[in-house]
Each structure stands twice: as C-alpha cells, then as structure tokens.
Nanobody
Framework: QVQLTESGGGLVRPGGSLRLSCVSSETTYSGNNMGWYRQAPGKQRELVASLRSGRDARYADSVQGRFTIARDNAKNTVYLQMNSLNPEDTAVYYC?????????WGQGTQVTVSA
C-alpha cells in the first residue's frame, strides 16, 4: 500500500516562495503519473501540476510560469516549487500518485498566502 507524505506547507507573504515535497513509502515508477492537486475553501479540488516520463509536465493555467514540478525517482519524491505566490494560491495541497487505475493521495499540506 502506497503512502504519500507531504511537507513544506506554511504561511507566506504575497510574492514569496515555498517548496512542497511528497515522498512515497513504496517505489514509484517514472512512467506513472505523480503530482499535485489543491483545494481551496468552498471550491473543487483542481489539478495543479503533474509529471510522468515521456510527457511534458502539465500545469494549471493559473500557475503556469510560477510553479515548477520535479521528481527524484531515486528518492520516490515529487516536489512543487511555488514562486510569486498570491492569495489565490491559498489551499490545501495534495500529492497524488497514479498506478494503473488506482490513485493514492497524501493527507494534504496547508499553504496560506497572506500579508
């Protein structure tokens, strides 16, 4: 059973940066999709970024050019570098890993952007 553990969330001022990390308890394969969703209060969960080998990284339009996803397959870890944060980025960020038809989720990490 894959368990995903996120870290790196917190409170940051507008214009600041954070880096989220998500480590898997089991081996992750680069050909499987791995990435991040987020859910803001009162809104649906939305895809932020995802990455798998053989394909370009995929980003939500709202974060394109500000966020960067990366994977370290040797460490079974996916990262999300978030720059130029604004209050609209405030949400709980969830890591996911998809293996076949099964999706695994982390417990979520809160990101709050506020002055």
């Amino acid at each position: 059973q894959v368990q995903l553990t996120e870290s790196g969330g917190g409170l940051v001022r507008p214009g600041g940066s954070l880096r989220l990390s998500c480590v898997s308890s089991e081996t992750t394969y680069s050909g499987n999709n791995m990435g991040w969703y987020r859910q803001a209060p009162g809104k649906q969960r939305e895809l932020v970024a995802s990455l798998r080998s053989g394909r370009d990284a995929r980003y939500a339009d709202s974060v394109q050019g500000r966020f960067t996803i990366a994977r370290d397959n040797a460490k079974n870890t996916v990262y999300l570098q978030m720059n130029s944060l604004n209050p609209e980025d405030t949400a709980v960020y969830y890591c996911f890993y998809k293996e076949g038809t099964t999706s695994y989720w982390g417990q979520g990490t809160q990101v709050t952007v506020s002055a």
